[in-house]
């Protein structure tokens, strides 16, 4: 058993009966029981408001409430909270109709025997608990029952989210099966359009999808296809030159009301894909493979659960951001065998340095972060300053890694909540400013973000005040950088980037700006600008004949989480006249995993009105992948990070396979950012990336000079130079 202290909530008006209550219950510590105490009704519903109370034991005579009426009230408001009656042995009937609605049991204010008292508690307890969850089992089941029952709705969404050939057979009158549906993806298993097996008998589909060598295997699909059994074979087949693994799996058919088969359905399933992806997928989800760290989503969900804990009790905790100092050139000089058992040596000597009770996860390359739950009472600072101080020395000790006997060192970040930061978000993110703060420093140190933050502020001030200004004054400008579509052979896109010409500080680059326009709110009036600008350069492609062209926009997530984004967006569309088709709206990951039910909302507006969105810098958020699949998104922009090293680092080529693949299989183009050099460009173009974006093809351009490159045949003439 737990021994969670379990909080009893007793509303009661005679001052006596809660001491003598008390005094059995609570005094008593190996009970796990805190008896608090409310003199009213009133007080009493404000006290379980804070959601901490497990059970409640009311007395139904209240100076503000009486009779049934006071246990119906607290019940419909806090139906997870146990209650227990408290009676005179006068009205047991009225207990007895407090228990016919539902609550839990009741108690006769005369007796005191604690035994009776723990035992009806506790039973109270795990009684009322049990209740909610078959509740909610309830609730769920005949929910999805529903859905089942409703077959074509069914039958659509089998189709829509399974990356594989869809079909489904109709039985004949001859008991013949003919092919009534299949998807577009059969053209990926044979090389021939779904159209050419649509209302055509079995055995063109079976010529064309089963081995020919096995024809034992042909007779047997026949029999279970119009027998409407189940049936499934794996095997590999040899098609456009690539090796690919295929598992046809048939469900069992649908039976009519008079017994017969009226429809079977199945799918093709290309495995190659899915198997590769379930591996980097459950690399994503849950253990670091080189470590066996928890990886970050854990230590994410892990961080919220303590942030909530640490709320109601008022304690505090810390995260810690270690980057390990010069890993570059030890991967550079050594190797990334080298590198890799560094990386691990690290991982497990951070391990031994901190409590059991610390988290530690990797986020990529010699990058680590660790959770301190508990640093007591008061922000206490100390605490976790004298751990970064003992993870240092501990890298005092040289590294024994094969024959090499390496030396490192590492800059430590600290961020604590509340103060540093109440959400795991923004701790992670202030851990890791104060942890570059401190490379920038010297190395080999810590820092702590809140004095990092007073050392910066002079000069978010004077950025701050000169910001406020630029709008009016004129001074920023947008450019365009071209979006390459290997595909196509030519430019389909542009993604619009903001530029700041500061009067005396020269060209202030967005990553300094941006996030001082977020903490102040003037992201709306700059963010307006920018796609007022944007759009209304859309329309002059339009006008030059670049119809097809698309603008991305990047959005903030200040300006994605505003409540009137979406009638900002048309507003502005509407005054500028543009077909909302021609807009892309560029959100990053933790954007959009921040507030998941409101932001899915968002998306289906902004997409319902025409608009495209994509994911930028994929791949460095927390976002699960599954999460993808429930949000309205067509493009996925894999992190320059990862392209910078593609041709270098395993890892980063594995990962872009990664995402090609599962953006593929999820109908989602794929755009690289931050291709520098044409090896990058063979190599994400053989992964099967759809466009590329960086320096090679272009960099960001005003947008006079954009329409020589939209012309036909210009972009090859540009891709041909640099061969
Ligand atoms: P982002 O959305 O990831 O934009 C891509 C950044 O990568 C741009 O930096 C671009 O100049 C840079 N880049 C493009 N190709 C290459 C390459 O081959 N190599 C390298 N090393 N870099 C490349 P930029 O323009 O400095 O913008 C930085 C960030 O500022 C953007 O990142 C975006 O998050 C933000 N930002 C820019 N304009 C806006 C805007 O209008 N609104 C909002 N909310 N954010 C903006
Ligand atoms: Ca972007
Ligand atoms: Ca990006």
């Keep these: 058993m737990e021994n969670k202290t379990q909080k009893i909530l007793v509303i009661e008006d005679d001052p006596n009966y809660f001491v003598l209550l008390n005094e059995r219950l609570s005094q008593d510590h190996s009970l796990g029981f805190e008896l608090i105490r409310s003199k009213q009704m009133q007080s009493g519903l404000e006290r379980l408001r804070e959601g901490d109370i497990d059970a409640v034991l009311l007395d139904l005579t209240l100076p503000d409430s009486q009779g049934l009426q006071s246990f119906l009230t607290v019940h419909q408001a806090f139906p997870t909270v146990a209650v227990i009656i408290l009676t ?13 609605q539902g609550a839990q049991d009741y108690l006769l204010k005369g007796s005191f025997d604690r035994d009776l008292l723990v035992k009806s508690i506790r039973y109270s307890i795990s009684r009322n ?23 074509s709705e069914r039958f659509r969404s089998l189709v829509s989210n399974i990356p594989g050939a869809v079909y489904r057979f109709t039985v004949g009158i001859h008991g013949e099966g003919i092919v009534e549906f299949i998807s577009d993806m059969i053209q990926e298993v044979t090389g021939e359009p779904a159209e050419s097996f649509m209302g055509k008998d079995l055995s063109h589909y079976q010529d064309l999808i089963l081995p020919q060598d096995l024809p034992m295997v042909k007779e047997a699909f026949s029999k279970a296809a119009v027998r409407g059994e189940s049936f499934g074979i794996d095997y590999r087949i040899r098609h456009r030159g690539g090796d690919f693994r295929w598992v046809h799996d048939q469900g069992r058919g649908m039976k009519s009301p008079t017994g017969k088969i009226s429809y079977v359905d199945g799918v093709i399933f290309d495995i190659t894909e899915r198997t590769k992806e379930k591996e980097r ?67 497990v000597r951070i391990l031994k340095t901190v409590y059991n009770t610390d988290t530690v996860t990797r986020i990529s390359g010699g990058n680590f972060m660790v959770l301190l739950p508990n640093l007591g009472e008061h922000e206490n600072a100390e605490n976790a300053e004298n751990v970064a101080n003992k993870i240092m020395m501990a890298f005092k000790a040289p590294f024994h890694i094969d024959e090499h006997e390496l030396f490192t060192t590492c800059s430590i970040g600290i961020a604590i909540a509340p103060g540093d930061g109440a959400t795991s978000e923004v701790l992670m993110k202030n851990a890791d400013a104060a942890m570059h703060l401190s490379k920038e420093r010297g190395k080999d140190r810590y820092q702590l973000f809140s004095s990092a933050i007073t050392n910066n502020s002079f000069e978010k001030l004077v950025l701050e005040n000169s910001l406020r200004r630029a709008l009016e004054r004129k001074e920023f400008k947008l450019y365009y950088q071209p979006q390459f579509d290997l595909r196509a052979g030519k430019v389909t896109g542009v993604e619009a980037l903001i530029r700041w010409q500061h009067p005396e500080l ?29 759009c209304e350069q859309k329309m002059a492609w339009n006008k030059m004949g670049f119809t097809d062209l698309k603008v991305a926009v990047n959005l903030s997530a200040r300006q994605f989480h505003y409540a009137n984004l979406v009638d900002l967006i048309t507003g502005v569309l509407k005054k500028v006249g543009l077909d909302p088709r021609g807009l892309e709206l560029e959100l990053t990951e933790s954007t ?5 039910e409101e932001t899915n909302a968002t998306l289906h507006k902004l997409k319902e009105a025409g608009m495209s969105i994509s994911i930028d810098d994929f791949g460095t958020g927390y976002s699960s992948l599954m999460y993808l699949k429930t949000f309205p998104i067509d493009t996925i922009k894999i992190d320059k990070s990862f392209v910078q090293d593609v041709t270098t680092d395993a890892d980063d080529s594995a990962i872009t396979q990664a995402i090609i693949s599962m953006a593929h299989s999820l109908k989602l183009d794929v755009v690289a950012e931050g291709v520098e050099t044409l090896p990058q460009l063979e190599l994400l173009r053989a992964q099967g990336c759809d466009i590329i974006q960086g320096y090679l093809f272009s960099k960001p351009i005003p947008a006079a000079d954009i329409a020589p490159l939209l012309a036909d045949g210009a972009a090859k003439k540009v891709l041909s130079g640099m061969k």
């Design 506 to 534: 020269g060209f202030v680059p967005p990553m300094e700006f941006i996030p001082i326009a977020e903490d102040t709110g003037l992201i709306h009036a700059i963010g307006e600008w920018v796609l007022q600008t944007a």
């Design 281 to 347: 997928f459950n690399q994503l989800v849950s253990y670091d493979a080189l470590t066996g760290l928890p990886n970050r989503e854990l230590f994410v969900d892990r961080l919220n659960q303590v942030l909530t804990q640490n709320q109601r009790k008022k304690e505090s905790c810390a995260v810690l951001v270690l980057d390990l100092d010069h890993f570059k050139r030890i991967n550079d000089t050594l190797g990334h065998v080298v590198g890799d058992q560094l990386i691990k040596a690290v991982s």
């Design 88 to 100: 005179g042995s006068d009205d047991d009937e009225l207990a007895s109709q407090a228990i016919a």
């Design 592 to 596: 959009l995993m921040d507030r998941l």
């Design 129 to 151: 608990q049990i209740q909610a969850q078959l509740q909610k089992y309830y609730i769920e089941t005949e929910a999805s029952k529903r859905a089942l029952q409703d077959r």
